[in-house]
């Protein structure tokens, strides 16, 4: 290239890189290269291991596999570093990547505070325009994660102790949480509002709550509050208990109820709870937050029968309920509501076969038309996937081969899965079936930087933040 090209190429390039940086700052904020992402969903739903998937598919995005996911498949992704955001412990990508590598391998630890990290992603731009000028570009996103236990807290927040102790009261008498532990939830009908609180007394049958709780969750129930009594992690908490014969009482009795009443005691543990754990929580978790991705084990949910997919359903509708901002004015008041975009994943589809994959992404469609009211639709941009952060399995098209968790290795086989709400003829193919816990392939070289096999997060990346690379 002679001297003059070289010279009129150069003014061209700082011609062009002022017009570029002008426009940027007129653009301000639509510009937008940074997006908080909340990975939610319910304990066991995948978010940990989901959130460690994406982040290695990001910073390995080199590996075939990607090719749904364009600034992959393009080569775009220059470099990937991450950082702890202020405030947050950070997120265990590295341990969750040693317990993958592992042998055997195994999957990251369930989660037990609240955790965040921050991704510096330098990429070159997809115009041609960018490869003559060489143009580098930044997109920052912040990843947050929590335990699952803690989300169905929050349709707690609008409701004050009464109301809760009435819901509580509907739920508990209906099968499967009737059948349960009916000693307890007799000794909980037997109690009057009215006695002396004795601490002793109800230190024990908080217990016996919490034990309850844990109960339902093993049998394949989602709605049960306060969630943080499942968890382990806190010896102090707040005595959540409901009271299951408020009906006999007005309103206006209970308000005025002595502050020595068992009412008044549970009442105030009640807000306790609220006020200095599940407010603070949802304060620093959602805040700001543009994008969320909600995880949905349906695979399970489906497995543990009829009613425990109607509970798992009225749990998710119940958090969505929260997301009808508009004329919550409790919720506004916690934290100015942002998210502009939704992306409703079934996680784990790897326990099932291949061609029964589209029909479990039109289940979760008619599940999320089902529990997301047109009020929401019309606000927040509603979107549905499915898929694997790990592949555990290998398909054979009418079986799959997986080891499982005790380290067995062996064929599986599955009822045909429905693709729209399950009706009678649905849940009879459904009995008895048991999906495993699998155990996640080996792969001793994923700490160096190996290829983490995966279903469809090429599909997730795109949809959660394709539209930043362009
Ligand atoms: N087959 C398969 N199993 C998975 C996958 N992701 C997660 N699992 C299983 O689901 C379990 C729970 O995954 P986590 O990532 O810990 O779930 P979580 O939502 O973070 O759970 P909490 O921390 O308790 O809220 C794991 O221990 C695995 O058994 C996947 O992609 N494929
Ligand atoms: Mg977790």
Redo the contacts with the bound molecule.
């Keep these: 290239m002679t001297k003059t090209a070289d010279s009129v190429r150069n003014q061209f390039k700082s011609q062009w890189q002022k017009w570029q940086h002008r426009g940027e700052n007129l653009l301000g904020r639509s510009f937008d290269r940074h997006l908080k992402i909340g990975v939610t969903?319910f304990?066991?739903?995948?978010?940990?291991?989901?959130l460690t998937s994406l982040i290695h598919q990001l910073k390995y995005s080199h590996h075939p596999g990607l090719g749904g996911f364009l600034p992959a498949r393009d080569k775009q992704l220059l470099s990937v570093d991450s950082t702890a955001i202020p405030g947050f412990a950070l997120f265990d990508y590295a341990g969750g990547i040693a317990a993958l590598s592992d042998t055997p391998p195994r999957?990251?630890n369930?989660?037990s505070e609240v955790s965040a990290t921050r991704l510096h992603i330098t990429f070159k731009k997809g115009s041609v325009w960018s490869g003559l000028l060489g143009d580098a570009r930044q997109l920052t996103l912040d990843l947050r994660d929590y335990?699952?236990?803690w989300l169905m807290d929050m349709p707690m927040l609008k409701l004050s102790y009464r109301d809760w102790c009435l819901d509580q009261q509907q739920l508990l008498s209906r099968a499967p949480r009737a059948d349960l532990d009916p000693t307890l939830l007799a000794d909980l009908h037997k109690l009057d509002p009215m006695q002396t609180a004795d601490t002793d007394f109800l230190t024990s049958l908080f217990q016996r709550w919490q034990t309850y709780l844990r109960q339902a969750k093993q049998a394949g129930l989602t709605l049960l509050q306060p969630g943080r009594a499942l968890l382990d992690t806190d010896d102090n908490l707040p005595m959540v208990l409901p009271l299951l014969s408020l009906h006999d009482y007005s309103p206006e009795q209970l308000e005025k109820a002595n502050e020595t009443t068992l009412y008044q005691q549970l009442r105030q543990q009640y807000h306790q709870y609220l006020d200095n754990l599940v407010k603070p929580f949802y304060r620093q978790f959602f805040t700001g937050i543009d994008r969320q991705v909600m995880?949905i084990d349906v695979v399970k949910a489906l497995s543990h029968g009829e009613e425990c997919f109607n509970d798992m359903m009225m749990a998710y509708s119940r958090i969505i309920d929260c997301y009808q901002m508009g004329n919550q004015i409790w919720l506004k008041q916690l934290f100015t509501p942002t998210v502009n975009k939704i992306l409703f994943l079934a996680?784990?589809p790897?326990?099932l076969l291949m061609h029964q994959h589209e029909a479990l992404r039109q289940l979760v469609d008619a599940m999320i038309k089902r529990i997301c009211p047109q009020s929401v639709r019309h606000r927040i941009r509603i979107e549905t996937e499915i898929a694997?952060?790990?592949r555990?399995s290998i398909d054979h098209q009418d079986y799959l081969t997986a080891t499982l968790q005790d380290g067995r290795f062996g064929e599986l086989r599955h009822p045909p899965i429905p693709d729209e709400l399950p009706q009678l003829s649905h849940w009879q193919q459904l009995a008895g079936w048991t999906p495993p816990?699998?155990r996640p392939p080996v792969n001793p070289q994923l700490a160096q930087g190996g290829r983490l096999a995966h279903i469809r997060m090429d599909k997730v990346l795109r949809d959660l933040i394709g539209d930043k690379f362009s």
């Design positions: 969903g304990s066991g739903s995948g978010k940990s291991t989901f999957w990251p369930p989660t335990p699952g236990e995880l996680s784990k790897d326990r694997a952060a790990v555990s816990v699998l």
